[in-house]
């Protein structure tokens, strides 16, 4: 008995969750189903967005270079991967 393929549905992330997309819709990039978020979504990712600046202020500059350093390898590290997606 063969299993039926099943594709993953990318979910978005906003305020350090990843919920599904209020709407419910999806599209296909890659070969792959995305969330498709709407105005709603937004709104909640500018509230999430704002509502993290106080604390990210308020961390020293040596720990947000921490932070940004660290963001800086995983993109990095994924180099070829966004290139080859890329360049399709």
């Given at each position: 008995?063969?299993?039926?393929p099943v594709r ?5 992330f906003i ?22 978020g ?9 509230r ?18 921490q ?10 590290s994924?180099?070829?991967?966004f ?6």
């Amino acid at each position: 008995m063969s299993r039926l393929p099943v594709r993953k549905t990318y979910k978005l992330f906003i305020g350090g969750e990843f919920p599904r997309s209020e709407s419910g819709r999806t599209y296909e990039a890659e070969g792959q189903n995305v969330a498709r978020g709407s105005r709603k979504d937004v709104r909640d990712a500018v509230r999430a967005a704002r509502g993290a600046f106080g604390k990210w202020s308020a961390m020293t500059a040596y720990n947000r270079g921490q932070v940004l350093y660290r963001i800086a390898g995983l993109m990095e590290s994924g180099r070829a991967e966004f290139a080859e997606l890329s360049s399709g």
